[in-house]
């Protein structure tokens, strides 16, 4: 078994998964900011539309779907970078089309489409496939060595693995290839309706719907391959031995119940947890030997009472560290307060990578 160290520095992507409330985006910057202090050009993304990550790096002025540096007070030697962003569905969407169509005026017809505005922000599996699509894009950028993903804290966060194939199978359609016919056969919108078919998804969906439908899937003639290609990449990518999946999970029932489901479904498409943290953890303390007088009494109790936490919270994760045996396992402690600047955040880098007597103990239970 690897050490955490070992697993991050030798990746290129590290995707960050587990439920909400355990600390997952702050591990994400965490994990940037030890990268950028060994000399990598980091950047992390969050998919999350919160602002969890601009608060965990202290920014009052959020983030944009464009990577910002960030001043985390490296030496002037120093070639390690770290950057931030947070993904914006729609822009995503818009700057693929601009990068697939053949020409200015095809990607204005798509982008002025009303039934692209209207998928390009609400459609199911869109904000998957971007984040799909932004990974890959930050990962051709050659300002950076490694890209780290925070996922949205939901079961569908790692819907984005599945995002690139749904796509290639959209292609791949009956239906994709009847509403591209038009196209193909010199046909105008107008005519399509006389079709049998069309005339019938007319009826549910609506005739003006259809029509943008049919004028999107025109405007996007000739643009298939592109798409096609992007996505065989972006599903070889997040199954390559560069990629890294690290799990984080806090010593609840509920959330160690989440991280088991995302260490099944990684089970599932054969990609193994790298790295498992447990935050917030409560650590056991060693017992005085000697008699108890009564006067500590109090004290007595409370280091009983925090023990007995810990035997319980170890026991709780008891399931979750064989359903990862293999992965590197670091348990940090509960902190007095959140995570809200770059000291505090260098304090979980700092325990993550640095674990001294706490990760010894839990690791000796």
């Not at 020409?103 to 922000?121: H, K, S, V």
């Not at 991280?259 to 017992?287: E, Q």
Request: aromatic share 6%.
């Amino acid at each position: 078994m690897s050490d955490i160290g070992t697993v991050v520095s030798t990746a290129d992507v590290i995707i960050c998964c587990g439920s909400g409330g355990v600390g997952k985006t702050t591990t994400a910057a965490a994990l940037g900011l030890q990268l950028a202090q060994i000399g990598r050009r980091t950047v992390v993304v969050t998919i999350d539309p919160a602002r969890r990550l601009a608060d965990a790096l202290g920014l009052a002025d959020g983030l944009t779907n464009e990577p910002t540096r960030l001043d985390i007070g490296l030496p002037p030697e120093s070639v390690g970078e770290l950057w931030a962003m947070m993904l914006d569905t729609a822009a995503t969407f818009d700057g693929l089309v601009r990068a697939n169509a053949p020409d200015a005026e095809q990607a204005e017809r798509i982008l002025t489409n009303r039934f692209y505005r209207n998928i390009a922000g609400a459609l199911s599996g869109t904000q998957e496939y971007m984040a799909a699509e932004k990974l890959h894009a930050l990962h051709a950028d050659t300002r950076f060595d490694v890209v780290i993903v925070d996922t949205p804290p939901t079961r569908n966060a790692l819907d984005f693995l599945d995002a690139p194939g749904t796509l290639a199978r959209f292609l791949d359609h009956p239906l994709f290839k009847i509403l591209m016919l038009p196209t193909r056969r010199g046909l105008k919108v107008l005519n399509v309706a006389a079709q049998p078919l069309l005339r019938t998804i007319a009826k549910v969906v609506g005739g003006d719907v259809l029509a943008d439908a049919i004028a999107f899937f025109q405007a996007f003639a000739g643009m298939e391959t592109g798409f096609r290609s992007r996505a065989d990449e972006v599903m070889a990518l997040l199954r390559s031995d560069v990629t890294r999946y690290v799990l984080v999970a806090s010593p609840r029932a509920d959330t160690v119940e989440e991280a088991r489901y995302f260490a099944a479904r990684l089970g599932d498409s054969h990609l193994p947890v790298g790295a498992l943290i447990v935050n917030r953890a409560t650590p056991s303390f060693p017992v005085p030997a000697g008699r108890r007088a009564a006067r500590d009494a109090a004290l007595w109790r409370n280091l009983d009472e925090l023990n007995a936490i810990a035997a319980a919270e170890h026991i709780q994760l008891a399931d979750l560290l064989v359903d990862v045996a293999d992965a590197a396992t670091v348990w940090v402690p509960l902190l007095a307060s959140d995570v809200h600047d770059l000291t505090s955040l260098h304090q979980i880098r700092e325990l993550l990578f640095a674990p001294a007597l706490f990760d010894a103990e839990m690791s000796a239970e």
